[in-house]
């Protein structure tokens, strides 16, 4: 009795196992097509498909939400924009008279980062336009807070200012900051999405941070 009571539950244990297996190999297989989808729907915008655009947005609006969401933590209390407001004014810039040509998802979504963040930009030079001469906070030179701290329309600008000063003379290091610290994009995708090798990826964002430490020290 006792041996045929473990045996069932063995056969119970190995029937679960099996089920969760076949559950994880409809999920890949689902997340696979939809990558598949997404490239080629990217491939269509590439190649100037005016209809790819709307098919697109719905399989991506939850990554483009999140990090929406996360730009908006780095904000002052009580912004006027909310998350899906952000995203929709980002989409309709980036689809605008110039539409972008990403290489692939991981691009997209940095590319969209930007654009977000010079709507975030605008909405705070327009806001402290009638504000000049008022207190200004100093922005955090900690490596992982060079965004994050930013939390104010003058902090905002001033390392606007900043990172387009470091495009200007070293637009590889600019764009580490830009996919790293506001595309969410980490070393390895960054990697993927410059051409370079991880290792290099990692050597340019510390070398744009300290670029951005100096700058930002002067100011």
């Not at 994009?185 to 964002?205: I, N, Y």
Request: a neutral charge.
């Amino acid at each position: 009795m006792y041996a045929g009571t473990r045996l069932t539950k063995r056969v119970d244990v190995c029937a679960s196992r099996k089920l969760a297996g076949s559950l994880v190999s409809v999920c890949a297989g689902e997340a696979q097509l939809m990558d598949t989808h997404v490239a080629d729907l990217l491939r269509r915008i590439r190649e100037g498909d005016p209809g790819a655009s709307g098919e697109l947005m719905p399989l991506v609006y939850a990554e483009l939400r999140r990090i929406a969401a996360g730009h908006l933590r780095r904000e002052r209390p009580g912004h006027t924009l909310q998350p899906t407001a952000l995203v929709n004014e980002a989409w309709l810039r980036l689809f605008g008279s110039d539409p972008p040509r990403p290489a692939d998802r991981a691009h997209f979504l940095a590319l969209a980062s930007q654009v977000m963040r010079r709507v975030l930009v605008d909405h705070a030079r327009a806001r402290s336009s009638d504000k000049r001469g008022g207190d200004c906070s100093q922005v955090s030179l900690e490596p992982t807070a060079i965004a994050a701290e930013a939390s104010s329309e003058d902090q905002l600008l001033e390392l606007d200012l900043a990172l387009d000063a470091l495009a200007a003379e070293e637009p590889r290091l600019a764009r580490a900051i830009e996919l790293h610290y506001f595309g969410g994009l980490t070393a390895e995708e960054a990697a993927e999405v410059t051409g370079r090798s991880v290792h290099a990826a990692r050597h340019d964002l510390r070398f744009a941070h300290a670029w951005l430490r100096r700058r930002l020290a002067r100011a």
